[in-house]
């Protein structure tokens, strides 16, 4: 019933228009989330908690690399994709990808980017109705690569 979690486990510093009890990080706040490893290992557990939600699995947590979820309906990924990544789940989306680069997990959103164009594209493409999200917000997180394109990105 409660929608504002995702502020919480995937803070970024930007001020959430939905949460307004949840505050934007600061740089010396991200500065200790980077280099505290309880921290970062929780903050891996929930990405793997909601790429569970979304039908996907991280397979390899040193590069970030994702694959589809194994789990049989309903919660296999197809469901998962059709109930999940969908409506203002796609605003999730984009929230994740921010909070991923911006405490350090820069691979990981790369990661994240090059699966969902790999299942809007390719193959049977189960994913194809977000193609417009993608275009339009979540690709960007994926090309940019120099710093100043991850700054003009953060703005």
């Known amino acids: 019933m409660d929608h504002s979690y995702i502020q919480?486990?995937?803070p970024n510093k930007y001020q959430s228009m939905f949460n307004n009890e949840s505050k934007p990080l600061k740089d010396p706040e991200i500065d200790i989330f980077i280099r505290n490893v309880d921290l970062s290992l929780t903050y891996i557990e929930c990405y793997e908690m909601m790429l569970d939600f979304y039908g996907m699995r991280l397979l390899n947590k040193r590069t970030g690399k994702l694959g589809r979820s194994?789990?049989?309906y309903p919660n296999d990924?197809?469901?998962r994709?059709?109930?999940a990544v969908c409506g203002h789940n796609c605003l999730r989306i984009r929230r994740i990808l921010t909070s991923?680069?911006?405490?350090?997990?820069r691979k990981y959103a790369m990661e994240l980017v090059n699966f969902l164009k790999q299942e809007i594209t390719e193959?049977?493409?189960?994913?194809?109705?977000?193609?417009?999200d993608f275009d339009y917000d979540w690709k960007q997180y994926g090309e940019?690569?120099?710093k100043e394109e991850i700054k003009e990105l953060e703005k």
């Open 8 to 10: 919480w486990i995937f």
């Open 70 to 72: 194994l789990k049989p």
């Open 77 to 79: 990924y197809k469901t």
């Open 81 to 83: 994709y059709y109930e």
């Open 100 to 105: 991923l680069n911006n405490l350090g997990f």
């Open 123 to 132: 193959g049977e493409k189960p994913l194809e109705q977000r193609k417009w």
């Open 144 to 146: 940019c690569t120099t």
